[in-house]
């Protein structure tokens, strides 16, 4: 962010504003560890704030921190409207196009002050007044830190803004094992913990909390892992009547992608999941090197995200997406020796 902007900005947060916070649709991790870390910040400051989130998100999220202020815009959506039409400044996190926010988007229409994008994403659009975009940095939570930072306020971070942040960047990352892991991010999370941020209670919270039937769940995908050697990728499905035999909760495939990527000699991995309550087949995927899923997703499956890292759905059956993605890859085989 220009520093022009941030003093502005800064001005603008000087005085009490009622203000929105609102994460992409199926907020993560770090779409809801920022939209906390936000909030918490904000409150100090005396600031009227709202996390308005488009829908509900996994359980393994809600033990963070203020979690039980997040109004769901698809269940609560007079509230919803409400406070987005009386709010003077509105931060969008972790996304970058209003069509990340689905019906949201139509409720903006009311809108009438500034927009504040802090993200990570590739290609933003250009519908914020004050945008902090940046394609290097590992997650939104290290962007909101050095946001606060840019503000002068980093004394300002609780042990509860330390706790968000500190989840986004941890989940984000892969537990910091992706690329976009960076000195500069373990400095940060460095210094997330002396602020009170207790990493070993965090990971225990997001990732040692399975039910018996998502273990069951996992079993099922990689029981039907597809290898395709001569692509040195990997898939894995899992159709709507086996999310139902095991008693699907959102957020249960989380991570389920990454089991393919770990093979040996593998470089390209994807999930295909049947979503029975959006008609669709949710796509994720992940890669190593340079092999961009991002452009991938972009090109083949109304989607995009990272490098390494990204999401599309299809709207053909489980059948003919497996098909056409098996087809798309022939003409990636060099890309992907």
């Keep these: 962010m220009e520093k022009s902007k941030i003093k502005e900005l800064k001005k603008v947060l000087s005085s009490p504003k009622k203000i929105v916070v609102i994460p992409h649709k199926n907020p993560d991790g770090d779409a ?30 809600k033990w963070m921190p203020g979690e039980e202020v997040v109004i769901k815009y698809d269940a609560q959506n007079d509230i919803a409207c409400k406070k987005i039409k009386e709010a003077e400044l509105i931060f969008t996190l972790d996304f970058n196009s209003l069509s990340r926010i689905d019906e949201v988007a139509n409720g903006l229409k009311a809108f009438t002050g500034d ?57 984000d990352t892969g537990s910091f094992r992706f690329p976009s ?39 099922c995908a990689l029981k039907n892992l597809v290898e395709l050697p001569q692509y040195h990728t990997v898939y894995i499905t899992l159709s709507k009547e086996e999310l139902q035999q095991f008693n699907y909760k959102k957020g249960d495939t989380e991570g389920f992608v990454n089991y393919g990527l770990s093979l040996k000699g593998i470089k390209f991995a994807a999930i295909f999941i049947e979503s029975a309550q959006e008609n669709i087949i949710k796509i994720s995927l992940r890669s190593k090197g340079d092999f961009s899923v991002n452009e991938f997703a972009r090109k ?17 059956s489980l059948e003919e997406t497996t098909a056409f993605f098996e087809k798309t890859l022939k003409a990636y085989k060099e890309e992907l020796q």
């Design 181 to 219: 892991t960076t000195s500069a991010t373990h400095r940060i999370i460095a210094n997330l913990i002396d602020y009170g941020a207790k990493n070993a209670l965090i990971h225990n919270d997001i990732f040692d909390t399975n039910s018996l039937d998502k273990l069951h769940l996992l079993g």
């Design 32 to 61: 809801i560890g920022s939209s906390l870390g936000v909030y918490h910040y904000l409150k100090q400051n005396k600031h009227d704030i709202s996390i308005i989130s488009p829908n509900d998100y996994p359980d393994f999220l």
């Design 300 to 316: 083949h499956f109304n989607g995009g995200g990272h490098i390494n890292a990204a999401g599309g759905r299809s709207e053909m």
């Design 115 to 171: 927009y504040v994008m802090i993200d990570h994403h590739q290609a933003p659009d250009d519908y914020a007044k004050y945008t902090y975009s940046d394609t290097s940095m590992s997650s939104t939570c290290e962007m909101v830190y050095n946001f606060i930072d840019f503000l002068g306020e980093a004394h300002k971070i609780t042990a509860e803004i330390a706790t968000c942040l500190y989840t986004g960047i941890m989940t």
